[in-house]
């Protein structure tokens, strides 16, 4: 639907339901005399568009930490982002050879093995705490 809005102008309004809950998107449209073929489809792949942007950042923060380092110079900072940049593309192109199921199995699957080796060693000499099944008895 097209609205106007006081002191901006018209946009067009889309609502999809995403998790049973509705969600509002607005395009401007910035021509105002021309109609705009903005449809349903063209916002489609606009979302997408967005969607693949969300994930992205997504994954280079998480996977590939580009928000935590611990240099402060300029060109220690630069080397960061670009080491973080290139091992997500590194990734991606995993991901495109189906090497990897994801971007994530990689952080998963090393993390699985620091806790299982963790696990192993601490346990050890320690079998006292795992709790031992005892029968109920009845008074």
Known sequence: MIVWLKDYGNV??????LKDQLRHYVVYLPNEEEPTPFDRRAF??????????EQYHRAIKQVCN????????KQATKNHLFAAI???????RLTTTQALMNCYQIRHELFKNVIASFISEFISGKES???????????
């Open 12 to 17: 067009k309004l889309f609502r999809t339901r």
């Open 129 to 139: 705490l795992s709790p031992l099944f005892s029968s109920a008895v009845s008074a």
């Open 44 to 53: 489609d792949l606009e979302h997408d568009k967005h969607w693949q942007i």
């Open 66 to 73: 580009i928000e935590k380092f611990q240099v402060r110079g």
């Open 86 to 92: 290139y091992g997500y593309v590194q990734l991606q």
